[in-house]
């Protein structure tokens, strides 16, 4: 299996710290080379590790952000 190849391009906000440092994240993030994606996972304090998480492209980002702007939280 090919190794694994990303790199952080911004940082756009922190979600959560878990007790062992891990946290949830939201970043645009380039996967093997290909053009960046926004994504959400956790990541190792050093940033080498991480879990599996989700990236959605610009039209995703914000057909996800129309659909919780119209969900009620309350």
């Known amino acids: 299996m090919d190794e694994l190849r990303f790199e952080i391009i911004r940082r ?5 710290v878990s007790s062992k440092g891990w946290t ?3 970043n645009l993030v380039s996967w093997n080379d290909r053009p960046a994606k926004v994504d959400i996972r956790e990541w190792d304090p050093s940033h080498e590790k991480m879990k599996k998480g ?3 492209t610009k039209d995703e980002v914000l057909k996800l952000k129309e659909s919780l702007n119209n969900y009620d939280l309350t």
């Open 12 to 16: 756009i906000g922190e979600l959560s």
């Open 24 to 26: 949830k994240e939201v």
């Open 54 to 56: 989700i990236t959605l």
